[in-house]
């Protein structure tokens, strides 16, 4: 059974092994660094003639001076400081080389990232380079003695410690620098496909957010055609069917005169249902997005009614019993093929209306051509219990509505810029008005 450690998460447990595997080598790179400053310095003061106490003193002080580098990576211009005041006992060199390559390779905070810029760094490697050199050229007798007694030529002595002393400080900090740019140019390109990954799936999220509002109103759309279609011819083939129960007996040839009129709304029910299953077929059969799917049902076909049907609209409430007076005012304009049907469908609604909730009432239907589209209003009295029996009504056989009539027709028109109001008159009716634009 595993046993975790409370507060940390798998988050922290995935990333603590790198951690503990860089502070173990940080302090394997300070022990080595603390020996090779410690014997160096010790061996410089015994060559110059100290004694045993000033060589336990200076190699502590080398190995503290190298245990800098535990805290490298943290205040990485420490080591650096404590190289600089290891070299004049001719140590620290590795602990030099190591603190210069920190200091470029990482990129510190506060007062040490004013050295990590490259004037800086070029700053310090001079004057390591200077006090380098300086250091062998003051302690070449003593250091170099064997070399000169062997006739070995003094500048030649110095001219290889300054060689040294570029090549320790030079090299790492040249280093430090590229790993440094390297490691910013990695976290900049993994910053920037982090940030193009959070757009993607932003972009990704709208794209889906349009197709569901696309999709959404592509089924509204179908479901005000079949409302439109269904709703207007039903509710006609009702009222002949309701009068041609009564006058079948009485009225022979009354009878047959509502049974032809009900098989003629049926074949236009069922030719204009045909042309919508027919541009449903289409959209599917094709692969178009949902905006375009949206864009065709919207496209009238060539024989989509308009504003020159509505006379035949009339009539047809006429001979379902409806008493109906149209007027038609202004110059005739050229409008748009959305514009006339959208235009027809509110008639074609607000009739189908009058004879669902007020059978018998007298109805009027304006068609005023404007400036720039066209106005509309249909109205309707107050029905009469006398009138709703005349149609074949009554409060018995009420027909059934589902409420989605105004709906629909605010939608329809609102969606082309126009405006819509509907509600009861003062005389007990109702008004319904529309204006649309969309002249072509």
Not at 258 to 279: N, Y
Request: charged content about 20%.
């Amino acid at each position: 059974m595993s046993m975790a450690t409370p507060g940390v998460g798998a988050g922290d447990v995935a990333g603590l092994w790198p951690r503990r595997r860089s502070m173990w080598f940080d302090l394997g790179v300070a022990l080595a660094a603390a020996t090779e400053c410690a014997s160096s310095a010790a061996n410089f003061v015994r060559n110059q003639g100290f004694g045993p106490a000033w060589m336990v003193g200076v190699g502590v002080f080398g190995v503290l001076a190298s245990l800098t580098l535990v805290v490298r990576r943290r205040w990485p211009l420490v080591p650096v400081v404590a190289a600089l005041a290891t070299i004049p006992l001719q140590a620290g060199y590795l602990l030099l080389m190591v603190g210069l390559y920190t200091l470029g390779a990482y990129r510190p905070e506060g007062a040490a990232r004013r050295f990590a810029e490259r004037r800086a760094m070029t700053l310090l490697c001079v004057v390591a380079i200077l006090e380098t050199a300086l250091v062998s050229s003051l302690t070449i007798g003593t250091q170099q003695a064997a070399a000169l007694r062997s006739g070995f030529p003094e500048y030649v002595l110095l001219l290889l410690s300054v060689l040294v002393a570029v090549g320790i400080t030079v090299a790492p900090t040249m280093l430090g620098l590229y790993v440094g740019a390297r490691r910013r140019l990695m976290e900049a390109l993994r910053e920037r496909a982090e940030g193009l990954e959070t757009e993607l799936a932003l972009l990704a999220e709208q794209a889906s957010e349009r197709a569901r509002r696309a999709q959404t109103e592509e089924r509204a759309r179908i479901a005000r055609e079949m409302h439109d279609v269904v709703a207007h011819r039903v509710s006609l083939m009702v009222v002949h069917a309701g009068a041609l129960e009564r006058v079948v007996e009485r009225d022979p040839v009354r009878a047959a005169e509502s049974a032809k009129l009900m098989g003629d709304i049926g074949r236009q029910a069922l030719d204009e249902l045909r042309q919508i299953l027919g541009v449903l077929r289409t959209v599917e059969s094709a692969p178009v997005s949902g905006q375009e799917a949206a864009a065709v049902l919207a496209v009238p076909t060539s024989d989509a009614p308009g504003l020159a049907d509505i006379p035949r609209l009339v009539d047809e409430s006429r001979a379902a019993g409806l008493g109906v007076r149209l007027t038609v005012g202004g110059a005739r304009r050229g409008l748009s093929a959305e514009t006339e049907r959208t235009a027809y469908r509110v008639v074609q609604e607000a009739l189908t209306n009058v004879l669902k909730h007020a059978p018998g009432a007298d109805a009027e239907v304006v068609v005023a051509y404007v400036p720039g589209g066209v106005a509309l209003a249909v109205s309707n009295a107050c029905p009469t219990e006398a009138g709703a029996e005349a149609v074949g009504g009554g409060a018995g056989r009420a027909l059934p509505s589902g409420g989605n009539g105004l709906v629909g027709m605010r939608e329809r028109v609102t969606g082309l810029g126009g405006t819509f109001t509907a509600g009861p008159t003062e005389a007990g009716g109702f008004r319904v008005e529309a204006r649309l634009r969309g002249a072509r």
